[in-house]
């Protein structure tokens, strides 16, 4: 699986966008991006995930460049519960498939 | 859907002792997983299955066993613990390529 790069720590206002960045510049064809978060001491929560189409939920936005070497992960109004660490992997679609983690971004939300 | 249960949710252990930490999924999963976290750290992976019958080393399998016995449960052991191996466990499972659902998570303290 490729590596990513995230930025250790965010802040945001409340109410505002969050918008969380992620480099995946050695992302292969068939890898898709997908985006995970740990509220504390909870277990992590799945949120979204996306091949090279911009893709929309409930919880947030993805936004994968066109040569998908980077994505963001947008909260479009960010609330206070959605402080967490924010994690993006990359994987390739089916097949076994065991997720690793690396720091991911630790994102506060303040009033 | 209980979706995936870990127990017991808290744990303390003292120095040589065993346990097992017990994860059960309802959701018919192939795929699971158990990971540590320790304080500011991401999640390590310590042990993975594949199947009933099949497990294989993660990250960080010393000091550890597991087996795979039925679909629904992964048990992890821990033969003689030690203060190092004071963490928070995290179990996981997942289908064939879709994301992956967590446990709550067990906080074992080894004194």
């Known amino acids: 699986d490729a590596k990513t790069t995230q930025p250790p720590s965010m802040d945001c206002a409340e109410g505002r966008a969050a918008n969380l960045p992620c480099n995946h510049s050695?992302?292969?064809?068939?890898?898709?991006v997908y985006w995970y978060r740990q509220i504390h001491s909870q277990g992590p929560q799945y949120i979204i995930h996306?091949?090279?189409n911009n893709e929309t939920n409930e919880m947030a936005s993805l936004i994968i460049t066109e040569d998908r070497k980077s994505s963001t992960l947008i909260l479009p109004h960010a609330t206070l519960r959605d402080t967490a660490v924010y994690y993006c992997i990359v994987r390739v679609e089916g097949g076994s498939y065991i997720p690793t983690f690396g720091r991911g971004t630790s994102l506060i939300v303040h009033p | 859907n209980a979706g995936v249960t870990q127990t017991p949710k808290f744990q303390v252990l003292k120095t040589g002792q065993s346990m097992t930490l017990q994860c059960a999924q309802d959701?018919?999963?192939?795929?699971m997983s158990w990971y540590r976290q320790d304080p500011g750290m991401g999640l390590r992976l310590i042990h993975y299955?594949?199947?009933?019958?099949?497990?294989d080393q993660g990250e960080v399998p010393n000091g550890y066993n597991v087996s795979r016995s039925t679909t629904e449960d992964f048990p992890l052991r821990l033969l003689s613990a030690a203060p190092s191996q004071t963490s928070v466990y995290f179990c996981?499972?997942?289908?064939?390529?879709?994301?992956?659902?967590f446990g709550q998570g067990t906080r074992l303290t080894v004194v």
């Open positions: 959701m018919n999963h192939e795929y």
């Open positions: 050695t992302i292969s064809g068939n890898e898709y």
């Open positions: 996981a499972s997942s289908p064939l390529g879709g994301e992956a659902f």
């Open positions: 299955s594949v199947g009933a019958g099949i497990t």
């Open positions: 996306g091949l090279k």
